[in-house]
């Protein structure tokens, strides 16, 4: 195992890995093609006179439909628009992705992006994912209106559109801190530019209630106030439009780029994430629509008023204001505004216009059937036609209707509208422009790198009998539920049985261990102690699809229980500085530096609670009974939260470097009495992971030590331990409420020390937070006790055993996905999958298992 050559062939395993994904990923995630140019009116194409000459396009980030329809919301004053009339509400459908910039991309070019944007959204790439060479309806106005475009808020728009707006103020969106400042910055510019008129578009874009729910969720106490707020803001606007004479022909759209699950988070498909408020705002409107009076609700509980698409956005706003539709929206006209145009000849062009402009992207994606009326051959009277045959009847039969002077006016707009729905649905279901050739190319890379580690690995499954065959089936086992959708949702429940299996094989070594016959008593309560700790941290977090939101630990029993969730808190930083202290005297030889560091010690596990005190007050004030919440507040009105991190980062820092350097001046102590350098990394390791944790997680700390605690008894082999690392590293990342969903990331911890949006330094802490119990176990299993001394050889077989599970896992994603890519969530289930396999094989096991956690003592 510890050859040259075996060494080799393990670094070209864990090299060809990285590389397999990102060959896969580049065929998988291409960007869809897309018309070029910009659209203009064609000869045939009727202009009817434009309704509205300004408008304000108000986003409010994460602005679920509830959050302003419901009886509970904040918008008091736009409901009361809404039943005068005046306001036209709908709940708008934003398909998954439901992340920020893919949906600025459906608002404004009426499109379907693509999945990849998740990454560029996540990475704010400046170069790859900027609307320059695309038609939008920005475009469209800038090159129509007269007037200047403006946009304050969110930098998306900086990095889609550059050089489009001429007055802007930008804010990055990822400061998921900051509540006030970040909405602030867009509020005080709206007087000065309402009073001016050398504007014709508007785009403001706010940021604090999206951060609010990633930070505490959508029932957080500062939600109501921050939607009184946007409301607010709608107030100020509306009056103006009624007052200034500039502003009579204006209009606001108030919309949400996308809704927010229960746990204040998005990028998923559930019914709370797809379901942002869309309302048209106007004095113009009055009379012209009929009035809502109660916000009616269908289907799920966020399907307020009338349902369009997200991209229904762009063709009317195109037509409400009297320029052409983009190139490449599949968007329809919004049937409600029709009314806004007298003339029936007048609404009859704005739905050609509509459907022609669809009809060429039709066109251009099927080049072999025709939609000439002249020369398709389509029989329309056969049952078995093709999506694609039923779209050429349905354009049949709409221009024929259009041609027919005696036909009735709704029986023709009814036709076109058919035609106009079933191009959407067709060309928004339309599989992407999979390179196939990646994507095997990608898969063959993995299956070589899953072989290398399985010949590595093969002698040693081979001599460890059941353990050996226990491990096969975790691998296997893992590796055959990413071909269902249902399993790859449901994730956690195959690790926390496995780890239920395993906790039964661990107990059957206690018992047979010298340990049970000495103190069976004893051995009895470790393996309960292991089973009770177990079964808290399964029902820690409910995570996954089917119970996600349902009653849980940390979401439902400890809120009711403030004073005991603080006091588990208080237990796991007391066992952690415990730890880190425990024979500390040995290291250091003397006294005054064993109590230096202890001093050490002790401040920085204080500024660790109290940072955890105050992050809570802040995050979520109703963790915390009023007493403390007051000291909370008053000490973070002190020492800001941004100081307090880097506080705990500076100590645990010093911690390290007092304690290693100790040991280099003391090169002359004996190794039995000496701290492992290992247990105080570990522990330093603990304290940072819990400062990147919510405070709700904290106490699954203490649960893992026990677990850890009990497996140490057991004294596991090589490979036990490796198993036991496997299982628990992915059991506790659910624990924590991971989930194969985007909308399960947590973003609450990723500014923790961090003033200013850095890519680099917030991706590394939303790893560190969302990963943070499968690092604890990578560093704990080293620490876990073997028959003999943990030595580089082992290391080598520790690694294998690791990068087999790894490489079989994503090989068979990547098969899933290739096989799968027409399937129904191949977009909502699998592509996320992928995402998280390349976090877990990269990320986790490259950089942490393998770098990391041995530093490679096996490779010299």
Known sequence: MATRTSRFAIIFANALIPVALLVFCSGYFPYKPILPGLANYEANDGRPLAVFDRVILMVVDALRSDFVYSNHSGFQFTQHLIRSGTALPFTAHASSPTVT??????????????????????????????????????????????????????????????DTFDRADGTTSFFVSDFTEVDNNVT??????????????????????DHIGH?????????????REMDSVVESIYTAMEKNE?????????????GMNDGGNHGGSSAGETSPALTFISPKLKDKIMARSEPPVRSNEFQYYSSVEQSDITPTLAGLVGVPIPLNSLGVFIPDFLDMWDSDTDRLNILLQNARQILRIVQATFPRHSFDLQSTSTDCGKEDLSDVEQLQCDWRNAMALVEDE????????????????????????????????????????????????????????????????????????????MFASSFVEEEQQFWYWITSAWMAYVHVRLVRSPLASKTPYKTAITSFAFAVAARLIRRWNQTGQKFAGAPDIAGTFLPRYPRLLWILILITYLD?????????????????????????AAWTTISGFVFKLAFTAADSPELLDSRVLHFAERYSGVVALVTQARIVFAGIIALVAMYMSAGRRGQDLRPEIVLPTQKLMHECLTLFLMTQSRATNVPLFLFFRIQAWTLSMARLDCLETTISSLILQHMSFFAFGGSNAISSI????????????????????????????????VSATRLIPCHRRWTAQDAARRVVFLTLHVAVAVLAVMVACTILRTHLFVWTVFSPKLLYSMAWAIANHVIVNVILADGLPWVG
């Open 101 to 162: 910039m893919p949906r600025v991309k459906a608002i404004t070019t009426g499109s379907v992006p693509s999945f990849s944007d998740v990454i560029l959204n996540i990475a704010e790439s400046e170069s790859m994912s900027t609307l320059t060479h695309q038609d939008t309806i920005l475009a469209q106005f800038k090159r129509a209106l007269p007037g200047k475009l403006l946009m304050y808020g969110d930098d998306t728009w900086l990095t889609l559109f550059p």
């Open 188 to 209: 005080r510019h709206i007087p000065t530019e309402l009073a001016r008129d050398d504007w014709s578009v508007m785009v403001l874009h706010y940021l604090g209630l």
């Open 215 to 227: 930070k505490s969720g959508p029932k957080s106490a500062h939600m109501i106030p921050k939607q």
């Open 246 to 258: 500039h502003m009579h022909s204006t209009l606001l759209v108030l919309c949400g780029d996308h």
């Open 406 to 481: 005696n036909a009735e006016h709704d029986k023709v707009v009814a036709a076109l509208y058919k035609f106009l729905r079933r191009a959407q649905d067709i060309m928004s279901g339309t599989a992407a422009n999979y390179k196939v050739n990646m994507l095997i190319t990608g898969s063959i890379l993995a299956a070589i790198a899953a072989l290398t580690a399985f010949a590595l690995a093969f002698e040693s499954l081979r001599s460890s009998g059941l353990t050996g065959l226990f491990l096969s089936l975790v691998v296997l086992g893992n590796g055959a539920i």
């Open 576 to 600: 952690c500085f415990r730890g880190i202290v425990a024979r500390q005297r040995s290291r250091f030889g003397s006294a005054a530096l064993a109590g230096a560091f202890t001093a050490l």
């Open 746 to 777: 947590d973003l609450s911890n990723a500014y923790n020390g961090v003033s200013s949006y850095n890519v680099v330094i917030v991706g590394l802490l939303t790893f560190l937070s969302n990963w943070a119990g499968a690092i604890w176990w």
